[in-house]
């Protein structure tokens, strides 16, 4: 799992997510959100791109809930943005459309969006 950010407006910020969401990758030690945003991570809004994240595990669903938690606690707010299919397919069997605020790629292009 590779995350870098793609966009930050030092409020919000997108950070996107490439490769394999798994126990492996997740440490219980290191939070990578919070290593790469900094201390204050949890307070922002987060935008998880995860359009090229190939494949999610229990591990990888139980860091979402995790980071998700946390921001809560922080006043942040966390958005999943365009899951890849297999990711969004775990999401769906699990039920966590209902915890989290899942964003579909064709959505944040709409009227106020104004895409193409």
Same mark, same amino acid.
């Given at each position: 799992?590779? %995350?870098?950010?793609? =966009?930050?407006?030092?409020? /919000? *910020?997108? *950070?996107? $997510?490439?490769? =394999?969401?798994? =126990?492996?990758? *997740?440490?219980?030690?290191?939070?990578p !959100?919070?290593? !790469? %945003?900094?201390?204050?991570?949890? &307070?922002? %809004?987060v935008?998880?791109? !995860?359009?090229?994240?190939? #494949?999610?595990?229990? &591990?990888g669903v139980?860091?979402?809930?995790?980071? /998700? @938690?946390?921001m809560? /606690?922080?006043g942040? @707010?966390?958005?999943?943005f365009?899951?890849?299919? $297999?990711?969004?397919?775990?999401? @769906?069997? !699990? @039920? %966590?459309?209902? *915890? #989290?605020? $899942?964003?579909q790629?064709?959505?944040?292009?709409?009227?106020?969006g104004?895409?193409?």
């Amino acid at each position: 799992m590779k %995350l870098s950010i793609a =966009q930050d407006d030092g409020n /919000q *910020v997108c *950070v996107a $997510i490439s490769g =394999q969401v798994t =126990q492996r990758e *997740v440490s219980p030690i290191e939070e990578p !959100l919070a290593l !790469l %945003l900094g201390p204050t991570a949890y &307070s922002r %809004l987060v935008r998880l791109d !995860l359009s090229n994240a190939s #494949f999610m595990d229990s &591990s990888g669903v139980g860091w979402l809930l995790t980071c /998700q @938690k946390r921001m809560r /606690q922080a006043g942040g @707010k966390l958005t999943l943005f365009s899951p890849h299919p $297999i990711v969004a397919n775990v999401l @769906k069997v !699990l @039920k %966590l459309e209902r *915890v #989290f605020d $899942i964003e579909q790629a064709a959505a944040a292009r709409g009227p106020a969006g104004g895409g193409s």
